[in-house]
């Protein structure tokens, strides 16, 4: 009896930012016919965020300058990992990535890119980064279909993005995956934590709450899904002065001397 047919998902593509293994179904085409996600990108314009990615390598160089060797930076929800591979790359000799995802299949990936693109000083944690320590039920799209796999809410909303596929968060159709707070890792330090998780990003800063009092790093967050009012007040209860930048919240502690080399209108 024939095999059926075997669909190719993901795929090697020598994009602008490295060779990346890239899930070719990684689209959803929006509203007016534009087409959206990391994939979509990486495939169609051979990069994704360039200029952003190039911004957090700028302000890693920083952090080196004003803290010395042995930069850290942790990237949550890091999906493939462009941003992790681009930082990775830059701080070659001096500094290391710790890439966080919770989709096991994106997570293969994650690991597939730091391995062919030889970023020894980056490693992979197959997680949901979070408030504590646990395990979470996650739903599981179809990878063989298209979707914006990185809009993928890990717990539903009142407004859950239709991400190009209908998910199913009944709970007979989750899996679990482990849930961890950032100050459990045991990192020796954190000069940037970038935080893009669908709408969790307040449950990764409660997790990282010490972390954040001990180094005052760079934090960089997603805001679109979350209440920015209430990301505002939590950046402010640690001290940081913090400023909407597009779909993300930049914010710089006074305290670090990186603020001096950095000028943001509030």
């Known amino acids: 009896m024939p095999h059926?047919?075997?669909?190719?998902?993901?795929?090697?593509?020598?994009?602008?930012?490295?060779?990346?293994?890239?899930n070719r179904f990684d689209y959803r085409i929006d509203?007016?016919?534009?087409?959206?996600?990391?994939?979509?990108n990486l495939l169609n314009a051979g990069s994704?965020?360039?200029?952003?990615?190039?911004?957090?390598?700028?302000?890693?160089?920083?952090?080196?300058?004003?803290?010395?060797?042995?930069v850290v930076a942790v990237d949550c929800g890091a999906n493939i990992g462009v941003f992790t591979v681009e930082w990775a790359k830059s701080m070659t000799?001096?500094?290391?990535?710790?890439?966080?995802?919770?989709?096991?299949?994106?997570?293969?990936?994650?690991?597939g890119n730091i391995a062919i693109n030889n970023c020894l000083n980056a490693r992979a944690i197959h997680a949901a980064?979070?408030?504590?320590?646990?395990?979470?039920?996650?739903?599981q799209p179809n990878y063989l279909m298209p979707a914006t796999f990185g809009s993928l809410e890990l717990r539903a909303?009142?407004?859950?993005?239709?991400?190009?596929?209908?998910?199913?968060?009944?709970?007979?159709?989750l899996r679990p995956v482990a849930m961890i707070a950032i100050d459990t890792i045991g990192l020796r330090r954190?000069?940037?934590?970038?935080?893009?998780?669908?709408?969790?990003?307040?449950?990764?800063?409660?997790?990282?709450?010490?972390?954040?009092?001990?180094?005052?790093?760079?934090?960089?967050?997603e805001h679109i899904k979350s209440n920015v009012r209430v990301l505002h007040d939590?950046?402010?209860?640690?001290?940081?002065?913090?400023?909407?930048?597009?779909m993300n919240i930049m914010a710089i502690h006074p305290d670090d001397p990186v603020a001096q080399f950095v000028r943001m209108a509030p």
């Open 4 to 22: 059926p047919p075997r669909s190719l998902a993901f795929i090697l593509a020598p994009t602008d930012q490295g060779t990346l293994i890239v």
């Open 48 to 70: 994704y965020e360039a200029t952003e990615a190039n911004i957090v390598c700028n302000l890693l160089a920083l952090r080196r300058r004003c803290h010395g060797d042995g």
């Open 129 to 139: 980064a979070g408030a504590s320590n646990g395990t979470m039920n996650i739903p």
């Open 93 to 111: 000799g001096w500094g290391e990535v710790v890439a966080i995802e919770a989709q096991e299949r994106i997570f293969y990936a994650l690991a």
């Open 157 to 173: 909303s009142e407004k859950t993005e239709f991400i190009g596929q209908d998910i199913s968060y009944a709970e007979e159709h």
């Open 31 to 40: 509203e007016v016919g534009e087409g959206i996600g990391i994939g979509f």
């Open 190 to 221: 954190i000069d940037l934590l970038k935080i893009d998780v669908e709408g969790m990003e307040a449950d990764v800063l409660e997790g990282a709450k010490a972390s954040i009092a001990r180094d005052h790093p760079l934090l960089v967050i």
């Open 234 to 246: 939590i950046l402010a209860e640690h001290g940081y002065n913090s400023y909407v930048v597009g």
